[in-house]
C-alpha cells in the first residue's frame, strides 16, 4: 500500500504513452485517418515528459536521501506533498528512515561517550600502539604516570627505561611482564600486560599497566622474613651442637693427659661437629643450587613421548612403592617449548613428592595430565588420591627450604617455582574436591 498512488501513477503514464504510440502507428499504417497522428504525438511526448519528470524527481529525492546518510546529515527532511501521493508515500518513508539512522547514532554516541568515561576513569594505566608505531595515551592514569613527558611514539619510552620499547614490541598478547619505569618520582615496577585488536585492516596493540611496587615490596618482605627463619632455623640447628661439642673436645683434651678415655671421647665429639659440618654444607649447596639456576635451553618437546620417557624413569620406585601412574595428552600431538632437562627434573621431584605422600594410601594413583587451557597455554597437572596439602602449610610449601619431611631439603617446590619463572610461567597447588594435592605447571 505505500507506494500504490506511485504504482498507478507510473501505470497511467505507461498506458497513455503505449496509446499516443498506438495512435500515430494506426495513422501511419492508415487504420486510422493522419489527421490523428497529431494528438498521438502530442499524448506520447506529454507522458514521455511526464514519466522522464517522475524519474527524475525520485532520483533527485534518492540521491539527496543516500547524500544525507553518507554524510550524517539527519537534519533533512523528504516531506513531498505538494508531488503527489506517491512522492508523499517516499517521502515519509525517507523522513522515518532518516530519524531511525538519527536515532541510533545517538544512541552510538551515547555509548561512546559512555565507553570513554569508563576508559579514562579506569585506574589502570592504558597506551595504544598503532602500526605506524605512534603511541597513544587511552586514559587519564596513563597521562598521569608519564607527566610531565607525554610519549608520542614508541621509541619515547625508553626514557622512561632503555629497555622499555622492546619489551613493548616483545610482549605477546595475554602475555605478562614485570618491568622497571624510571618516572619523575623515582622508580616503580609496574605489570606489564598486552592485546591486540583489529581496527579496520589494521592490527593494533592495547597495553595495561599496573602499579605492583607496594604489593611486591609487601610480598618479598614477608619472603625474606620467611627464608631468614628457615635459615637461622638450619644454621642453629647445625652451629649449636657444633659449638657445644668443639667446647667439650677441647675440654677432653685437655684431660688426656691424665684420662686416657678422655682422647676417645674427644674424637667421637670432632666425628660428630664433622657430620654437622658436613650437613651444613649440604645446606649451603642446596641453597647455591637454588641462587645458580641456569637459564632455559628452550626445544620443542613432544609431551606424550616425554611422559613415557619419564615413566620409564620412575618405573622401578612405582613398582615397588606399588603406585599406579596414569599419563594423559589431549591432544596427543601436544608439545610445548621448554628446557628437556629443568622439566624432567621438576617432574620427577612432584612424582617423588607424591610417592611419599601415598605411602600409607590404599590404591595408591597418580595422574599426569597435559592439555592446552581456555587461555591458549600449555597445562601440565600431576594428581594424586593421597592425604592432599593441609590448610596450615599450603601458603609455605614453595617457601625456600620449608620442608615437613623428615631429612627433606625443602627445596624442591621452591626450585620448581625458579624453573617455571624461568619459562615464563607459574607452579600452583590447586583445590582438590576429592582428596589428594594436585600441581599444576601453566607454560
Not at 501513477?9 to 498506458?15: A, D, E, P, S, T
Not at 609496574?190 to 604489593?215: H, K, T, W
Not at 624432567?344 to 610417592?355: S, V
Request: proline share 5%; glycine share 8%; charged share 20%.
Amino acid at each position: 500500500m505505500a507506494f500504490s498512488h506511485f504504482s498507478i501513477g507510473m501505470i497511467l503514464r505507461l498506458v497513455f504513452l503505449l496509446a499516443g504510440l498506438l495512435l500515430i502507428s494506426f495513422s501511419i499504417a492508415g487504420l486510422v485517418p493522419l489527421p490523428f497522428a497529431i494528438p498521438g504525438s502530442g499524448l506520447a511526448l506529454f507522458m514521455l515528459w511526464s514519466l522522464i519528470g517522475q524519474i527524475r524527481q525520485t532520483n533527485e529525492a534518492l540521491a539527496r536521501f543516500l547524500e544525507s546518510v553518507r554524510h550524517a546529515d539527519f537534519t533533512q527532511g523528504f516531506t513531498m506533498p505538494e508531488k503527489g501521493a506517491g512522492f508523499a508515500e517516499l517521502g515519509a518513508a525517507m523522513t522515518a528512515l532518516i530519524r531511525h539512522f538519527k536515532s541510533s547514532r545517538a544512541v552510538q554516541e551515547q555509548d561512546i561517550r559512555t565507553l570513554r568515561a569508563i576508559i579514562d576513569h579506569v585506574p589502570a594505566p592504558l597506551l595504544k600502539l598503532r602500526p605506524d608505531g605512534s603511541l597513544v595515551l587511552l586514559n587519564h592514569a596513563a597521562r598521569r604516570l608519564f607527566a610531565p613527558q607525554s610519549p608520542v611514539k614508541l621509541s619515547d619510552l625508553a626514557h622512561f627505561g632503555p629497555d622499555l620499547p622492546g619489551i613493548f614490541t616483545d610482549i605477546a598478547p595475554g602475555e605478562n611482564r614485570l618491568l622497571s619505569v624510571r618516572l619523575s618520582d623515582g622508580t616503580v615496577r609496574l605489570g606489564l600486560s598486552a592485546a591486540e585488536i583489529i581496527s579496520g585492516q589494521a592490527r593494533q596493540r592495547i597495553y595495561a599497566l599496573q602499579n605492583l611496587s607496594g604489593a611486591l615490596e609487601a610480598t618479598e618482605i614477608e619472603a625474606w622474613q620467611q627464608l631468614v627463619q628457615v635459615l637461622t632455623h638450619e644454621i642453629m640447628n647445625s652451629l649449636t651442637p657444633v659449638a657445644s661439642l668443639s667446647k667439650t673436645a677441647s675440654d677432653l683434651l685437655a684431660r688426656a693427659e691424665t684420662d686416657p678415655e678422655a682422647v676417645l671421647d674427644a674424637r667421637e665429639a670432632v666425628e660428630t661437629v664433622a657430620r654437622r659440618a658436613g650437613t651444613l654444607m649440604q645446606f649451603v649447596g642446596s641453597y647455591r643450587s637454588l641462587t645458580r639456576l641456569a637459564k632455559p635451553k628452550l626445544e620443542s618437546i613432544a609431551l606424550l613421548d616425554f611422559l613415557d620417557h619419564l615413566e620409564r624413569l620412575v618405573a622401578a620406585e612405582l613398582e615397588q612403592q606399588q603406585i599406579h601412574l596414569r599419563c594423559s595428552v589431549s591432544p596427543p600431538t601436544l608439545s610445548l617449548l621448554a628446557d628437556r632437562a629443568q622439566l624432567e627434573q621438576m617432574l620427577i621431584n612432584l612424582l617423588r613428592n607424591a610417592m611419599e605422600a601415598l605411602s600409607v594410601t590404599k590404591a595408591p594413583t597418580i595422574h599426569i595430565t597435559a592439555r592446552i587451557g581456555v587461555r591458549g597455554r600449555v597445562l601440565i597437572t600431576v594428581r594424586d588420591n593421597g592425604p592432599g596439602i593441609g590448610d596450615e602449610i599450603s601458603d609455605r610449601i614453595f617457601v625456600p627450604f620449608f620442608t615437613t619431611k623428615r631429612g627433606g631439603s625443602g627445596i624442591g617446590l621452591a626450585l620448581a617455582r625458579q624453573i617455571m619463572a624461568g619459562h615464563k610461567g607459574s607452579i600452583a597447588l590447586e583445590q582438590t574436591t576429592n582428596g589428594g594435592a594436585a600441581f599444576t605447571l601453566r607454560f
